[in-house]
């Protein structure tokens, strides 16, 4: 399956993506986690998209796109991908369609998982993610067993550098002008699946691999 996340920040969309890896064997394609080993490895992507995420702004398209296309055609991908925070504006939208379309795999489905905005800053506030392997928590809905460390591997728990009030305010602002746009262009397609956010985890994990399966599953 080809599919795209679509949500706010904080909505749970890596969340529900790493789970999906699991299930059906699929590479997770997040551009922001991608952009942030950049810029903690302090390479030349990395250090041209600090600013823009420091500020809660979007990097700007040609950063972003280049690095898609690149990822999009390494071999994991061919079975098809999960687009965690790509795209984010109809610019990126239109790009993506033209690189799939390229190769004759157009997007399946896209889902947009909803959360009501007032969720959501407790949500970003309260997240830790595991330096070792990426899982999230969150220190109000979903804490570890030990605090500050992960439940797989004990290792350290850090918190995100734009989780901060002022940049996740902008953050939510740039989502609702450039991004929630996004959920009206791929509706056009018929390909929009729109999932209730709030809840247990699984029971939102379920409801989004109920749509995947209705549409073909692999
Ligand atoms: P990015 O990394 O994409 O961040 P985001 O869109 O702001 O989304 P988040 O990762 O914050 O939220 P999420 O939906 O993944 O939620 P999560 O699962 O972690 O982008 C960061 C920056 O990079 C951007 O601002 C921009 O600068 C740049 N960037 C990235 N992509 C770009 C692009 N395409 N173009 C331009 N710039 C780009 O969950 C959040 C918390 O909630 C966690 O603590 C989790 O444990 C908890 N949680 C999850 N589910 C539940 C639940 N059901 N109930 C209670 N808590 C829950
Ligand atoms: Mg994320
Ligand atoms: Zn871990």
New binding site residues.
């Given amino acids: 399956m080809r599919i795209v ?1 679509l ?12 789970k999906l890896i699991e299930k059906y064997k699929i590479p997770q394609i ?4 991608i ?2 080993q950049s810029v903690a490895e302090g390479t030349p992507l990395g250090k041209e ?1 600090k600013g ?2 420091d ?7 040609k ?2 796109l280049g690095l ?1 296309e690149e990822r999009l055609g390494q071999p994991d991908c061919k079975a098809g991908f999960i687009l ?6 109809t610019a ?1 939208a239109a790009a993506l369609d033209g690189m799939l379309s390229k190769i004759g795999k157009p997007l399946q489905l896209a889902i947009s ?1 909803d ?1 009501p905005f007032e ?1 959501l800053m407790k ?2 506030t ?4 595991c330096r070792t392997c990426g899982q ?3 220190v ?3 804490a570890p067993a030990k605090e500050g460390k992960c439940d797989k591997d004990g290792a350290e728990l850090y918190q ?1 550098d ?2 901060k009030e002022e940049t996740i305010r902008k ?1 939510l602002q ?2 609702e002008s450039q ?1 929630a746009p996004l959920i009206e262009y791929y509706g056009g397609k018929g390909i929009v699946r729109r999932i209730k ?5 699984s029971d ?1 994990f379920n409801a989004i691999t109920a749509e995947i399966d209705k549409a073909g599953g692999k």
């Fill in positions: 996340m949500g706010a920040p904080g909505a749970g969309k890596g969340t529900q993506a790493k997040s551009t922001g986690d952009l942030r998209a823009f995420m500020r809660g702004e979007l990097v700007p398209d950063v972003v898609v965690d925070g790509f795209p984010r504006n990126q998982v959360v969720d949500r970003l309260g997240r830790r993610t999230m928590y969150n109000y809905f979903n995100r734009d989780d953050r740039v989502y991004t956010g709030t809840g247990s985890i939102i």
